[in-house]
């Protein structure tokens, strides 16, 4: 592994990164999805596929670039530090380079350039209420009928449900085979009669959470990406795509640099903060194991450019990225005292109540695509060749 980019990789950082300081406005922070939000979601999205970047790295065929791995790298990267919008990451991420493995050349002329153009949002139907972790045990049915398959059942956690156009679910197609066999998976039109989705609202007072409820939707057998009752294989190949990536390290890493620089600006008890050496230790700590978070991701992106599959080390890249994220949460919360506890709409909230906000919703980091524990069941078994 070359542990430096291209002068073309670095000139891309350099353009993607006047680009984003020109169309993100000045106040810019992130924040919700929802209102106006949603809407410049979109408008960036449109801006950001008219210039091929949404999809640097598909081949050309499917409306890419051909690209190398380390320049989408650096495109998720900055995105995320940025924390700008315009991203579907179910679409650009997950369902696509899992579509161009399994899915016939139809879904790929189908559902690949409408993702490549920004125009459709995607979302994820796995988890049920009553099957998470242990996601083989899922009971969403579908079951034959003529020319379709009719769904019953409902899924849970579904993230930008209420904003998606599309959602590609798991479904029991054989109720009587062992529960790792019998799976489907299946894509269905959000739009559809027989698809409820039902708002959830987080800790943090945000809604991006859904529970989705089919009853009796239909869906073509010309939706099946892969073979009948062997979709745990393409639900677990998603989960790959979904667990890697470079965003754990450079959201981690903003929020780092921030919190660095308030210490630095603040004083208690007549010292910086950062001069308190309990403090400026555990910075120091966390701002190495960041770099370790990043350089995982990078190690991933360049095994996939050399056509490996990255199995074992997403799922290392994602427990130790999401752990990290709640770690800086929480020292955050200690550093700023009883004044981070205040939302963000509070004018004395520092750092404009992003930490808090990070302290509650990062809590579901190390277990949504996977808890820490099932990761590190992947690494023992899959990684070391240890016994189940």
């Known amino acids: ?73 650096i495109f998720a990267e900055e995105m995320a530090y940025q924390r700008a919008p315009g991203r579907d990451q179910f679409g650009t991420k997950m369902l696509a380079p899992t579509l161009m493995i399994h899915g016939t050349e139809e879904q790929k002329r189908q559902y690949l350039p409408p993702i490549a153009r920004g125009e459709v949002q995607w979302c994820q139907g796995y988890s049920e209420p009553e099957s998470g972790s242990d996601l083989a045990s899922l009971q969403t049915r579908a079951v034959e009928d003529g020319d379709d398959f009719v769904i019953n059942g409902t899924k849970i956690w579904t993230s930008n449900a209420h904003h998606a156009d599309h959602v590609m679910v798991l479904t029991r197609t054989d109720p009587d085979a062992p529960k790792h066999r019998g799976i489907s998976f299946l894509l269905a039109d959000m739009h559809q009669p027989g698809i409820e989705v039902r708002p959830i609202i987080n800790m943090a007072n945000n809604h991006s959470f859904n529970m989705v409820v089919f009853d009796d939707a239909r869906v073509p057998k010309q939706n099946l990406v892969g073979e009948l009752n062997r979709g745990w294989y393409v639900g677990a190949t998603l989960l790959d795509f979904e667990r890697s990536g470079v965003e754990y390290s450079a959201g981690t890493k903003r929020t780092l640099e921030e919190l660095v620089q308030f210490c630095k600006d603040t004083t208690r008890n007549g010292i910086r903060l950062i001069d308190d050496p309990k403090i400026s230790r555990k910075l120091a700590d966390l701002t190495v194991k960041t770099e370790i978070s990043r350089l995982i991701s990078y190690q991933i992106a360049w095994m996939q450019s050399a056509g490996l599959v990255p199995n074992k080390e997403s799922s290392m890249g994602k427990s130790f990225g999401t752990e990290l994220q709640q770690a800086v949460a929480r020292a955050g919360m200690e550093i700023l005292g009883l004044y981070g506890q205040l939302d963000p709409e509070s004018k004395y909230a520092p750092l404009q109540g992003r930490i808090e906000q990070s302290y509650m919703t990062s809590v579901s980091a190390t277990i949504a695509a996977g808890t820490s524990e099932i990761q590190r069941n992947i690494i023992a078994s899959r990684g070391l060749g240890l016994p189940r």
């Open 1 to 73: 592994m070359e542990f430096k980019f291209t002068a073309d990789e670095e000139n891309f950082r350099a353009e993607l990164r006047e680009f984003l300081q020109k169309e993100l406005p000045e106040d810019w922070t992130g924040g919700g999805e929802e209102g106006d939000n949603w809407d410049f979601e979109l408008e960036m999205r449109k801006k950001l596929a008219d210039k091929g970047w949404l999809t640097m790295a598909w081949p050309e065929e499917y409306g890419g670039q051909g690209a190398s791995h380390m320049m989408q790298l």
